[in-house]
């Protein structure tokens, strides 16, 4: 019933930008916190960069000053924008959301991931 829709992954040199969407769509009541993930082979899955409902942001270090985070409401879109693109960001990126469904209880959901490769 509810589904997370991420896009604009792909192949882009050292230096260079992308921008990643993710959609929540699906029967429910409010979107809550939202955040991406990525997880490079051999590597544990990490956090990148998060999100409240109230526009509070965070960030992992490695990227701080480099990506951004944003959200717009009404669309119930979460966005990276990712620039001066590193090789070590190469990995598949994970939408992540927290849903109320039923008015009282959150449900944390996962994107299916997109893929991110940065050459050098």
């Known amino acids: 019933q509810v589904q997370l829709v991420e896009s604009g992954g792909g192949l882009v040199q050292a230096g260079g930008s992308l921008r990643l969407s993710c959609a929540a769509s699906g029967r429910f009541f409010s979107v809550s916190a939202m955040g991406w993930y990525r997880q490079a082979p051999g590597k544990q899955r990490e956090l990148v960069a998060h999100?409240?409902?109230?526009?509070?942001?965070n960030y992992a270090d490695s990227v701080k000053d480099r990506f951004t985070i944003s959200r717009d409401s009404a669309k119930n879109t979460v966005y990276l924008q990712m620039n001066s693109l590193k090789p070590e960001d190469t990995a598949v990126y994970y939408c992540?959301?927290?849903?109320?469904?039923?008015?009282?209880?959150?449900?944390?959901?996962w994107g299916q991931g997109t893929q991110v490769t940065v050459s050098s």
């Open positions: 992540n959301a927290d849903l109320t469904i039923d008015t009282s209880v959150l449900y944390n959901y």
């Open positions: 999100i409240t409902s109230r526009g509070s942001t």
